[in-house]
């Protein structure tokens, strides 16, 4: 399911930590609509894969310092999630939360308008997917206490891309998508351009472009609605079909 909604602000300063911010608004309407769906997604099994992405659309921003600067006051939160639940408990916590104001750092957010946006269906067995929310590569080392972010410019990069790839596939689907993967193909265009995106306080190396991708019509669908790449429920690697 997908989603446009328009969030509204006090001011015209918004952090450049932006997806944190977003994650505080999908707490809040997601504790005040369910408790039990909030705790296990966030509490309960706070390492829990989530199948779900967004992006924002900031219009005509200006990057400062520390914040953005937003004069029309709005943003476009856009979500995409694979799982129906999710994407009806998004709809439903935020529909309840409409009009609220939700406090963020040194601002303060309204939901204004909600909709649904229709999804493209697949017919083919390759898609080129482009990039809405920059895609990033994570890599955990021994005891995860070691994380380094790579570069789909490099060969490394695409490496680690594919092996995270398969495992969230295996954990969407179970080991029956083995077979398919061993045939699935990704090609990254030459294009990709790398960014660097504050998150959480650190600036991690992501990548934009476009993405082809020949598979299973299954799994296709599932990269397009659920992202690619690693930190998709913290507002990475949302994608759209060109």
């Known amino acids: 399911m997908r989603f ?4 509204l602000l006090d001011n015209e300063l918004l952090p450049k930590d932006k997806n944190r911010i977003i994650i505080s608004v999908l707490k809040t309407c997601f504790s005040s609509y369910n408790k039990d769906y909030f705790e296990n997604l966030y509490e ?9 992405t967004f992006s924002l659309y900031l219009g ?44 963020i750092k040194n601002n303060v957010l ?4 909600i909709n649904l946006i229709k999804e493209k269906l697949i017919y083919n067995d390759t898609v080129i997917l482009k990039t809405l929310s920059p895609i990033v590569v994570r890599e955990h080392c021994g005891d995860n206490q070691k994380t380094w972010y ?26 029956r ?8 193909k990704v090609e990254f265009s030459d294009s990709l351009k790398e ?32 992202g690619i790449g690693s930190k998709r429920g913290s ?6 079909i060109v």
């Open 4 to 7: 446009s909604t328009e969030l």
């Open 44 to 52: 309960i099994n706070p390492n829990l894969t989530k199948d779900f």
């Open 60 to 103: 005509q921003c200006k990057f400062l310092r520390e914040d953005i600067l937003i004069p029309e006051k709005k943003i476009i939160l856009n979500f995409s999630a694979f799982n129906i639940e999710d994407g009806i408990m998004f709809y439903n916590s935020f529909l309840s939360n409409k009009s609220k104001q939700i406090h």
């Open 110 to 113: 309204t939901i204004n308008k």
């Open 150 to 175: 790579h570069s789909l410019r490099s060969e490394e990069g695409q490496v680690i891309f594919r092996q995270n790839l398969e495992y969230q596939l295996k954990d969407a689907f179970g080991e």
């Open 177 to 184: 998508v083995q077979y398919d993967c061993e045939g699935l």
């Open 195 to 226: 960014v660097k995106v504050k998150n959480y306080g650190i600036e991690v190396l992501s990548n934009i472009g476009k993405v082809k991708v020949t598979g299973q019509t299954y799994i296709l669908d599932y990269l397009y609605k659920a």
């Open 235 to 240: 507002g990475f690697g949302m994608v759209d």
